[in-house]
């Protein structure tokens, strides 16, 4: 019986904090070619963004489209985030920069953050996260 009782609110507990969770459809704008992916982090604080994805609360990754992509984000808790796109033209799972630390691959945040002699700030790009904002969109540079 007790077993019972445990699995139970064990099922209450999962569906209760599927629903507090909301999908975020990220448009990403100026894909300049098909090749690599394309990767979309979520940040819910400073440390490692833009670039260390390993840091990152969710990332989801999609084969690259030139053009436009929309890309669903499942399983996001309400919250304040800053999000990293990067295009990945090598797919070689690496933010390429070149001698200087400049990227040589395309990369954007939310709210057009950019930054100035090194990443945008995290107090730039974030944004709010809730049932009501359910679409953000990227340009990548």
């Known amino acids: 019986m007790n077993k ?6 064990s099922l209450c507990a999962i569906f209760t904090a599927q629903s507090q969770t909301v999908s975020i459809t990220v448009t990403v704008n100026n894909v300049k070619s098909s090749k690599g992916i394309i990767k979309v982090c979520f940040f819910n604080k400073e440390t490692g963004f833009p670039e260390k994805t390993n840091l990152a609360v969710k990332c989801v990754s999609a084969t690259a489209k030139k053009g436009v992509m929309q890309i669903k984000v499942e399983g996001i808790a309400p919250g304040n985030y800053a999000i990293a796109v ?3 033209a090598n797919n070689d799972g690496i933010f390429n920069t070149n001698f200087f630390g400049i990227p040589t691959e395309a990369s954007g945040a939310s709210n057009g953050a950019k930054g100035k002699m090194g990443p945008p700030k995290y107090s730039d790009a974030v944004i709010a996260i809730d049932k009501n904002k359910t679409q953000v969109a990227i340009s990548i540079e």
């Open 4 to 9: 019972i009782i445990l699995l139970a609110f």
């Open 86 to 88: 990067h295009h990945d």
